[in-house]
């Protein structure tokens, strides 16, 4: 089959983009749709013209190093299924695809299709993880784990982290890549010692992100190639919450940002000279506004 | 010249005594050294994590956007851990004997057994960091069989180990990345070693979005880079996996060892067009139900309901009685290449046999086997399109694993002082053919317990004068680095690196695969270098050094490629005696099995370096098998 290509060009993160269209002709419908390209960039060689950069590695769907917008639709929009996997006999002879990288903020374009995804590992540092160092680990049948605990443990963490829940949100939220996270490890007793300080960072640090909010369009659930469910959203808001009420401790250190505390502690442990104007920290700090939309006495304080 | 350091006294206390032998770091002296990991994937990141816990001051590479992609996460299968859980005899005595027999006696006996002692910690750690392995529903993990050993001691969760394992140690990592212990160079790849006064002190990178190229200095360099399978091009490796940082090493100096023990793996989706840019691999586990068969008359191009029962040659199960379909991964291999190169192979190109689950399904039902192999099937359904409940899969080997590696002693140091090498990178424990579910174990054994005691050690133990990378060594390598990179955006040939690696795979594919001929071997080895000549001369790449440019890193990656080709076919040339993965036809049984040659080939061939199209010198290190005594494997 024969098809028309619109793909996003962009040389680098600070030159200004377009779409160009190409021509690509004899694809099998055998091919991967990353095959289909991989055809096209050799014909671009042979003409001398600079080659679409786009990000790929295993080619299995598991990676998640591959993903952009296949006419609108992150991953071209089979269920449960990333672009490498994509075959090409879904589209039909004479189709025109627009192929762009994802679009958000937080993900800059580096080149062509390729975007910088780094803000997820920056997610990951403010409490994606255990704290438990090589060496010291008790026999691993010492804890007994639920098998619906473990199961919902290994459902969140399926996700492969590429991106595409947030390249569908209409608001370019990274909550369901952050409620994953999150579910996994909060799901299991191994995770319960930090379950609050990290559902606490991890939203801290997700809001630094600039990722917007999520207004329940279940985009995402929809393109996730790894399937992760949007009930796990509600999870993450559920322990959010939890961890809002039970707190006796700051967030942990998020790099790259300003730690603020909230308002309700700023009294003990700030002398009033260090704190900062409330607005700038209700702009900052997240928490520390949807707290105090919640507690009234804090509003008040924070007018005084 | 080769000293593996092997300690001495009785098997089962060599690690606890090494230990106790090495030298130790003061914890407030831990944070004035640094260290260079380079790699995150099992081994890489683990190594990274738990030196950044001890307090080292740690710099960790990798050329992905994250360290979370590095291909460790794909391998699905499971893990192995001499646990015992299951009460059904198994111990680390016998996973040791597995693991030395299933590599046909050409691995290290005091590795080996190393490795079976740590795989208990492995899983405990693991367990501790989140993994969400599989449970039963009394809470405790759950364990299979694997591989054709006769104990349950694989751990999995469901078919994506690998992603879950790598998880675990991409979490710790990032948590001392948050902790200022690690520093990630995320989409920077090593170009070269840098040896200072004979020992390891740093390596040049480039930042592959910049193009910027720039020298790092460190008092110890860990390469964990994985394997090379890729130099097939076809393999079931991703895309950008290579050998250029253990093949720069060994330019520099580092012995390279058994470059031909490869794995071929026989249930693979088999090659359909000419564009296929990869292979896919099907889990072992599908022998369990499935049975293996291709036609008995040859070019049958039947459709396989109208090839009636006795028309079909179930080969496995007829030259293998007592193991059927569950022979070895080598064994199955080869064996799938015999019929197809008699011309019974099934499919468009041949190159393909049925695994066929009707009998399973009559016999178990169709509801059991979906619950069994659904999301396999689905895979397969989603590549090829056809539906295996109906129609039989087609299979094929695909190269998957590499035994072979930088050489390493017992504290996995290569040949270069200061430099180690953990994970598939090096070519330590698996012998001529690795098990299923061991690749896991062994770097996660690397990564967790084995270099964080024995970098240490080495810390302690050497002289390091400051370097910086101003000096003289770092320059000179510079400026080497950027001469190779200009060279081959100056050459404005014709040809794109892609089809230069298709066409060095295909030689080294149909000569130093699955059945290694003198002949062939002699063709591939001239042919080669005509290869690699031509390559330096009508290469085509667009753009320029300066920026993100992946047609300028594939040509990178395969201009080592066709300089370790040549050394593999030298390597299985020398070794004319078949054992494991490697075939050489003239040395099999009367019934055709893999004979091999205790008498002259009893030893672990480590390759130095001696210059472009120079005969590489060869270095035995003799292998004795104290504790598992010689035999032929026989799977009939």
């Given amino acids: ?304 | 010249m080769l000293d593996a350091r092997i300690p001495s006294g009785p098997i089962d206390q060599k690690w606890n005594k090494s230990r106790y032998e090495m030298k130790l770091v003061n914890p407030a002296n831990r944070r004035k050294h640094s260290v260079i990991v380079v790699g995150a994937g099992l081994a890489g990141a683990a190594a990274a994590a738990t030196l950044g816990q001890q307090g080292y001051h740690v710099h960790c590479f990798s050329y992905h956007d994250t360290p979370r992609r590095a291909h460790s996460i794909a391998a699905q299968g499971g893990i192995n851990a001499a646990k015992n859980y299951r009460n059904d005899g198994d111990s680390v005595f016998r996973l040791f004997k597995d693991t030395v027999k299933g590599g046909d006696f050409r691995g290290r006996e005091a590795n080996v057994f190393r490795l079976a002692e740590v795989s208990v910690n492995i899983i405990d750690q693991c367990v501790a960091q989140g993994v969400p392995f599989a449970r039963e529903y009394g809470g405790i993990l759950d364990n299979r069989s694997f591989g054709g050993v006769q104990v349950e001691r694989t751990f999995y969760a469901r078919g994506q180990t690998g992603q879950q394992l790598l998880l675990g140690a991409y979490q710790a990592l990032e948590e001392q990345v948050a902790a200022g212990r690690v520093t990630m160079h995320i989409r920077n790849e090593l170009l070269d070693v840098v040896l200072v006064n004979g020992i390891a002190r740093g390596i040049v990178t480039r930042d592959l979005v910049t193009g910027q190229i720039e020298c790092h200095a460190a008092d110890v360099v860990v390469l964990a880079t994985g394997g090379y399978s890729n130099v097939f091009y076809l393999s079931t490796n991703a895309k950008a996996s290579n050998c250029t940082a253990i093949w720069r090493a060994h330019r520099r100096g580092a012995l390279f060892g058994n470059p031909c023990f490869t794995q071929i793996h026989p249930t693979c989706i088999p090659l359909s067009s000419e564009h296929q840019s990869k292979l896919t691999l099907m889990s072992e586990s599908l022998r369990n139900d499935g049975r293996v068969w291709v036609p008995r008359k040859k070019h049958d191009t039947r459709a396989p309901k109208d090839i009636p029962e006795a028309e079909r040659d179930y080969y496995l199960e007829n030259r293998y009685p007592s193991f059927g379909n569950l022979v070895p991964r080598d064994v199955a291999s080869r064996n799938a290449k015999e019929v197809c190169d008699e011309g019974r192979g099934v499919g468009p190109h041949g190159q393909g046999v049925y695994l066929d689950f009707a009998d399973a399904i009559h016999r178990l039902g169709l509801e059991t086997v979906r619950e069994k192999y659904g999301n396999l099937f689905d895979i397969y359904q989603r590549i090829t399109a056809d539906d295996a409940y109906n129609v039989p899969m087609r299979i094929y080997p695909a190269p998957h694993y590499t035994m072979g590696g930088l050489w390493v002693d017992y504290h996995l140091m290569s040949t270069i002082p200061g430099l180690f090498v953990g994970g598939e990178a090096n070519f330590s424990d698996h012998g001529a053919n690795r098990l299923g579910a061991s690749a896991l174990m062994q770097g996660l054994a690397d990564g967790y317990f084995v270099l964080p005691a024995t970098v240490p050690d080495y810390l302690a133990s050497t002289k390091l004068d400051s370097v910086s990378t101003s000096g003289p060594e770092f320059m000179a390598a510079k400026v080497e680095v950027e001469n190779r990179i200009h060279k081959l955006l100056a050459i404005e040939g014709n040809r794109s690196p892609d089809s230069f690696h298709k066409e060095v795979g295909k030689i080294v594919w149909d000569n130093c695969g699955m059945a290694r001929s003198d002949a062939g071997l002699r063709k591939a080895l001239a042919r080669i270098p005509e290869l690699r000549d031509e390559f330096w001369h009508n290469l085509r790449i667009v753009g320029t050094g300066e920026e993100l440019n992946q047609t300028l890193e594939k040509a990178n990656r395969i201009s080592d490629f066709l300089e370790l080709a040549e050394l593999m076919c030298v390597d299985a040339l020398h070794r004319t005696e078949s054992c494991g993965g490697h075939f050489r036809v003239e040395s099999q049984t009367t019934d055709g099995e893999a004979k091999r040659d205790d008498a002259n080939f009893s030893y672990a061939a480590a390759w130095e370096w001696r210059g472009v199209g120079q005969a590489p010198a060869l270095h035995k290190e003799p292998l004795s098998f104290e504790y598992v005594p010689l035999s032929q494997r026989s799977y009939k």
């Fill in chain 1, 1 to 304: 089959m024969n098809l028309t290509l619109r793909i996003w060009r962009q040389q680098s993160a600070i030159a200004a983009g377009r779409f160009i269209t190409y021509q690509v002709k004899d694809v099998t419908p055998d091919m991967s749709f990353l095959e289909m390209l991989d055809a096209l960039n050799e014909d671009l060689i042979n003409r001398k013209e600079p080659p679409i950069a786009f990000e790929h590695d295993c080619r299995e769907g598991i990676c998640g190093s591959c993903g952009f917008l296949v006419n609108g639709v992150a991953h071209g929009g089979q269920r449960g299924t990333t672009v490498c996997q994509l075959a090409m006999r879904f589209f039909k002879d004479g189709d025109t695809l627009t192929l762009e990288p994802w679009r958000a903020r937080a993900f800059p374009v580096i080149r062509d299709l390729v975007v910088n995804r780094s803000a997820f590992d920056r997610i990951i540092q403010a409490g994606g993880f255990i704290t438990a160092p090589t060496g010291g680990a008790p026999d691993a049948n010492a804890t007994l784990v639920q098998k619906e605990d473990a199961d919902t443990s290994f459902d969140a963490a399926a996700c492969i982290g590429c991106g595409a829940c947030v390249a569908a949100c209409p608001n370019a939220a990274a909550m369901l890549f952050t409620s994953a996270k999150i579910t996994h490890l909060n799901s299991l007793p191994q995770g319960q010692p930090q379950r609050e300080e990290r559902s606490l960072s991890m939203v801290v640090a997700m809001r630094n992100e600039l990722f917007g909010s999520c207004t329940n369009h279940g985009e995402c659930e929809a393109v996730c190639p790894k399937q992760i469910p949007l009930e796990f959203i509600g999870k993450m808001n559920r322990d959010l919450i939890r961890a809002l009420w039970h707190r006796h401790r700051e967030p942990l250190v998020i790099p790259g940002t300003v730690q603020l505390p909230c308002a309700e502690d700023a009294h003990e442990h700030f002398h009033e000279d260090f704190r900062l104007p409330v607005q700038e920290i209700a702009h900052q700090d997240p928490l520390q506004k949807f707290q105090a939309d919640l507690d009234p006495e804090s509003q008040v304080r924070a007018t005084k």
